[in-house]
């Protein structure tokens, strides 16, 4: 079911609220492997075991470049990865069907801050915290895909993009591109030929290819190499 205006200005408001009071409670990185990362970053130092974190890196470098301190960018760029992480889980779990209410949405939160790693690792900037954000957000373009046919090319789009991106930043996420079988079965039950399937998917490899464009700049900016 749709959210209304009311509903929607509440959540952005009470979003808000969380980003801030997460950032202000959260603790600091515990693991070596992230003060590699924040190190990294911050030398824009090149790390080629660790290719596929690099979007992360980039992410994180940029808040722990903006704030006073890089413990502070660490905190806010923190807070920013559970805050969208939940408003999108409460958003998808309160327009999944049209039976859906404000109650399911607060249930998925509820369930999703019940997980006691959010708790124990506050202000711990793991790869595996932004792998979840990337995931939920390419999981919510699909289920608006879903919800919106006619805007599916768009979708993909943005999905070729975040597939990339998201491998960039741990390669197991590449399992979430699972999700495109499911365009597949609706192709095939219409009987659409291959060259037919092919061009539907063709905005998936552009948005792709979009983010291949992405980290070459990146790479150039920062490491002085695009490759």
């Not at 929607?8 to 590699?36: H, N, T, Y």
């Not at 923190?78 to 998808?92: E, F, G, H």
């Not at 859906?100 to 900037?125: C, D, M, N």
């Amino acid at each position: 079911m749709q959210m209304s205006k009311i509903e929607k200005w509440i959540l952005i408001v009470l979003s808000a609220l969380l980003f801030i009071a997460l950032a202000l409670v959260a603790g600091a990185p515990i693991f070596s492997d992230e003060f590699l990362y924040i190190d990294t970053g911050l030398r824009d130092a090149p790390l080629p075991n660790y290719g596929n974190r690099y979007f992360h890196i980039y992410l994180q470098k940029f808040f722990v470049s903006v704030f006073p301190t890089p413990l502070t960018g660490i905190r806010v760029f923190w807070s920013l990865l559970i805050t969208t992480t939940a408003v999108l889980i409460y958003t998808n779990a309160r327009t999944f069907t049209k039976k859906s209410t404000v109650f399911h949405g607060l249930l998925a939160v509820v369930i999703f801050f019940s997980y006691k790693l959010v708790r124990e690792y506050s202000g711990e900037p793991a790869v595996d915290i932004t792998a979840m954000m990337m995931t939920t957000i390419y999981l919510t373009v699909y289920l608006w895909a879903v919800r919106h046919p006619k805007k599916e090319r768009k979708a993909l789009f943005v999905l070729g993009a975040l597939a990339f991106l998201s491998f960039k930043t741990k390669e197991t996420t590449i399992f979430i591109n699972v999700l495109l079988l499911g365009f597949l079965v609706e192709q095939l039950k219409s009987k659409k030929r291959f060259r037919e399937l092919f061009h539907f998917y063709t905005p998936f490899l552009q948005g792709a290819a979009a983010g291949i464009g992405l980290f070459i700049i990146l790479d150039s900016v920062f490491l002085g190499k695009p490759f």
